[in-house]
């Protein structure tokens, strides 16, 4: 044993000064793992039914229990239960979220969590050998550390989001791993190098519905590092419109739900049924009658499926037109005509 | 041209190096091609032992690991209940051999098996896979898809994702405690396959993976049950028997402090015998710390039935540690016929792999009308003999006569039928003497002559006399008959496995004797295969009388008259018995006298 760490070292003496390398680090695979599984949470939510599982993964981001996760129906809920490291357990509530970028954060009460620095992230390249940790497949109970997976990043490249391909709202940057990371449950766990610095947060599962495929990603903490600390400040405002998606020319988007004082509940899932949540004061909607908890069945005689099918019925609009609004209230049918205004350039 | 090294697998856990290698390294960095070639020797060194099995009729098949040059290979029972008693196995050396059946462990998913026709098989060492960690470089060798026509087996390598995992059971069987997760690929056909450590060794073997929606392939997650665990049951499993695994008679569930405590218990366990209740807190068993239920599962998974463990449980702030036997999680009808019960979990299978339009597969094209499977030649059928609760009885008159060479080097007793006077001084100084007759045994015991008395005869039962011993008498009665008239008498007889001696002591053998509903387990050290004692058992929920042989003589030094009658010492015999019941010590019999006589004298005059 001595004989070959005295190699090693002779060897790793050898290398540095032939390659005048710069700075290491010392940490052992074991120290790296069990110091990123002590940041790594474990959620029980909603779900638990056919095809929809109730769990998922998440991290600590402060030493106050802000948890970083991603937005699923697991969250669907008043309070989640949250399950440490060591195995304690937690009801947390969901103190903000960005559907735009699949991300939500959570807050659990007490203090000196161990944590990841956000700001310390790291970036990747094609070949950075990487860990992935989450609760895939909710193997792991209480205090077991969840599943570590090794891979190398295959690629960094925008998340190809044409809806029936892959059904996601977000469509920034990605990495893209060579091992099967993305698996029920693995929604907000984290890929770190190989000595445990946090690089990115696994996504949701993402099936191509084309090939049958699934697609192994994760999102990178630079983009999600900026809204994750508006959240926690309490700075944050949603994105009003979505990214364009990525190698499709842009739909029109001349008009959205706010030009009319309408606001519609969280977009939170593919078809998130298109109700009102509230209206601006004195604005056009509020003042043709439209009420919190309308249901937009149609826009102009389209039949309206999704708030995200309401978003893109308005973005056709064109100054001048009426726009007309089948509602359903209660059992009944209700049918507004609102002017659309004219925008300023 | 800089070029990054996107090499992602390395043997020497030289991170730091490492890292400073990948920043600067070019195409041949001398570090990765060392590691590679070291990676390519550990491989190539294991794959030898690896075994792709089929049925004979070659439908489906899966893979296994020989652990000895005689030929014993380990595999998945899920593998070996799809293709029968003897099988065909194939090895990296393209020779297909005959093997058959020898045991099986329905429940915790292993079956051994053995291959015929050598005596110098390659075999893969054991490792030890309590110190298997997560981040652990692993591979997993195996035949996947059976893909292997040549039978060279295909190596997965990757990482431990998590140890002590659990998986729950499908029904009874197939529960997976303890287990080993890993990445590496585990695909239908790596059943009953070794997964290695970076060094070569077997740590566990692979035999089902986490695959809900993507069909039955690798998704990521793949489990091996842990060779420490199956090291528990080698002795079992070479007993031929159908093994069973354990239970505490004991249900635990997580109070809301996280503390786990019993929520149910049975009257007629051990455990409840030994003082646990209901809401005790189970700080520790077998000496692992529980924090979840599953933990608890764990422990229990891994341990043979009959097997005793520590456990340490708190009631109002105060700890105790006991030592408790674990009970049989099937009835012994349960296992008269091998289960039949097909896995309900998704498991590993050959010819399932999903289609991307999500059909399923016609069946694999295979060999233009599959001819039947030849008939079992003779020299094979030898080597199997089928009994309720066996999986290959053959086996286990293998291990009874390995076992019980420890009986036969005491001596030939088997002259001395008739009754038997064993007379000496009790450790506190009392004499005693007991007699063994036909009609029943005695003993007399302290200056006032306490007598007690056992009845035998097919009416009997089976009393605790003295009381408190748990039936020394009967027990004195079950030893002579094991010495004088050997295996036949007993209305079954047959070798269990190994265990550790009362829970802490050496491994030993344990071979069972039964006469009308009465046990005794013959417990044969495995080290040096003498008879160390025995337990009698006077039924399923008492505590046995156990008997420890502390000493044994040949007489010659004048310690045990009567044994040789002053001839040559032929028989050796135990002259002294520490007699023990429900963990309180009855009395230690020293034997410096008997009479052992080969007929009913009083009778004969």
């Known amino acids: ?11 790793f003496v050898t290398t540095a000064v032939v390659l005048a390398c710069g700075v290491v680090r010392a940490e052992s695979p074991a120290t790296a793992i069990s110091t990123v599984d002590q940041r790594i949470v474990k959620i029980f939510g909603s779900g638990g039914l056919k095809g ?3 769990y998922s993964s998440g991290f600590l981001v402060s030493a106050e229990g802000h948890i970083v996760t991603v937005w ?11 399950i440490l490291h060591d195995g304690r357990r937690f009801d947390a509530v969901v103190v903000g979220a960005e559907p735009a970028l699949d991300l939500a954060v959570l807050k659990i009460d007490g203090d000196e969590f161990p944590h990841f620095q956000l700001d310390d992230s790291v970036a990747a390249v094609p070949g950075t050998r990487v860990w992935a940790f989450s609760n895939m497949f909710k193997v792991a109970a209480g205090d077991e ?23 996601t709202p977000y469509s920034g940057p990605v990495y893209v791993i060579d091992a099967i990371t993305n698996n029920p449950g693995s929604g907000g766990g984290v890929v770190t190098t190989r000595t445990g610095e946090l690089v990115a947060m696994i996504g949701k599962e993402l099936r191509n519905a084309q090939s049958n495929t699934w697609i192994n990603y994760a999102i990178p903490i630079g ?15 949603p994105k009003t419109t979505r990214p364009s998606d990525d190698g499709q020319p842009a739909k029109p988007r001349n008009y959205s739900a706010f030009d009319f004082g309408l606001v519609l509940v969280p977009d939170v899932i593919v078809r998130t049924p298109a109700f009102v949540d509230s209206l601006l004061d004195d604005s056009a909607a509020a003042q043709a009658g439209i009420k919190p908890n309308d249901l937009v069945l149609f826009v102009n005689d389209e039949l309206i499926q999704s708030c995200r099918a309401f978003d893109e019925a308005l973005g056709k609009l064109e100054a001048g037109d009426r726009l007309k609004l089948v509602l359903r209230r209660g059992n009944g049918l209700i049918t507004v005509e609102l002017p659309v205004p004219k925008k300023k350039p | 041209m800089r070029q990054r090294q996107p090499c992602g697998v390395r043997f020497l856990a030289v991170p730091a190096l490492l890292i400073c290698a990948s920043l600067h390294a070019h195409a041949a960095d001398p570090v990765v091609l060392k590691s590679e070639r070291q990676r390519i020797a550990v491989i190539e060194k294991a794959a030898p032992a690896v075994v792709a099995i089929f049925a004979r009729g070659g439908q489906g098949g899966g893979s296994g690991v020989l652990i000895s040059a005689d030929g014993y290979a380990l595999s998945n029972y899920h593998v070996t209940s799809g293709s029968g008693n003897f099988m065909k196995c194939g090895l990296s050396d393209g020779v297909l051999y005959d093997a058959v059946i020898v045991g099986i462990d329905p429940t915790g998913d292993v079956a051994l098996v053995k291959l015929l026709g050598r005596d110098d098989f390659p075999h893969a060492p054991l490792g030890d896979s309590d110190v298997v960690a997560a981040g652990d470089w692993c591979f997993a060798m195996g035949n996947p898809f059976l893909l292997a026509t040549d039978f060279a087996p295909t190596v997965t390598y990757g990482t431990v994702s998590g140890v002590h995992r659990y998986q729950y059971p499908a029904g009874t069987i197939l529960e997976y405690t303890d287990c080993i997760q890993v990445d590496a690929s585990i695909n239908p056909g790596n059943s009953g396959g070794p997964l290695f450590n970076a060094a070569g060794e077997v740590i566990g073997i692979n035999g089902r993976g986490s695959f809900e929606k993507r069909g039955r392939v690798n998704s990521g997650a793949g489990y091996a049950i842990s060779i420490n665990q199956i090291k528990h049951f080698m002795d079992h499993l070479r007993s031929g028997r159908i093994v069973d695994h354990a239970t505490l008679g004991a249900t635990v569930t997580t109070r809301d402090d996280g503390a786990i405590v019993v929520d149910r218990i049975l009257e007629e366990s051990e455990a409840y015998r030994r003082g646990l209740r209901v809401d005790d807190e189970i700080v520790s068993f077998a000496g692992r710390t529980l924090r979840s239920v599953n933990q608890y599962k764990n422990v229990l998974g891994i341990y043979p039935k009959g097997w005793k463990l520590p456990l340490v449980f708190r009631r109002d702030d105060k700890k105790q540690e006991i030592l408790v036997g674990l009970r049989g999680v099937h009835r012994k009808s349960e296992f008269l016929e091998q289960p039949k019960k097909q896995p309900q979990q998704p498991q590993p299978r050959p010819d399932d792999k999903p289609q991307p339009d999500g059909k399923k597969k016609a069946p694999r094209p295979t060999t233009p009308a599959a001819p039947p499977p030849a008939p079992v030649p003779e020299h094979l059928k030898k080597l199997f003999e089928t009994k309720p609760g066996f999986a290959n009885y053959y086996f286990n008159k293998v291990e009874q006569e390995r076992a019980l060479k420890g009986l036969k080097s005491l001596g030939d007793f088997s002259s001395l039928t008739g009754s038997w006077k064993l007379g000496g001084t009790a450790g506190d100084g009392r004499p005693f003497e007991f007699t063994v007759a036909e009609k029943g045994i005695g003993l007399v015991i302290g200056a006032d002559k306490q007598s007690f008395l056992q009845v035998l005869g097919p009416q009997a039962d089976a009393e605790d006399e003295p009381e408190g011993t748990g039936g020394l008498l009967m027990a004195v009665q079950h030893f002579k008959l094991l010495l004088t008239k050997g295996p036949k008498v007993f209305s079954d007889f047959h070798y269990l496995g190994s265990e550790p001696l009362d829970g802490r002591g050496e491994m030993v053998d344990v071979v069972m004797a039964e006469l009308t509903g009465v046990q005794s387990h013959w417990f044969f050290s495995r080290e040096r295969g003498t008879l160390v004692g025995f337990n009698l058992q006077r039924g399923d929920d008492v505590d046995p009388c156990e008997i420890r042989f502390q000493n044994f003589t040949d007489g010659a030094a004048g310690d045990l008259a009567g044994l040789n009658d002053g001839k040559s010492p032929t028989r050796t015999f135990p002259n002294r018995w520490l007699v023990r019941h429900a963990e309180h010590e009855f009395a230690t019999f020293v034997i410096q ?10 009778e004969s005059k």
């Open chain 1, 1 to 11: 044993m001595n004989s070959i760490r005295h190699k090693i070292r002779k060897v």
């Open chain 1, 52 to 54: 929809l599982y109730g």
């Open chain 1, 72 to 82: 699923s129906h697991v969250l669907d809920e008043k309070t989640v239960k949250v």
């Open chain 1, 145 to 167: 550390p969840v599943s570590v997976m090794h891979g190398v990043i295959a690629a960094r490249t925008n998340l190809t989001a044409r809806r029936g391909v892959f059904e």
């Open chain 1, 223 to 237: 983009e999600i590092r900026t809204a994750v600390g508006e959240i926690i400040t309490g700075k944050f405002t």
């Open chain 2, 593 to 602: 006298k008997c009479s052992l006589t080969s007929s009913q004298p009083v």
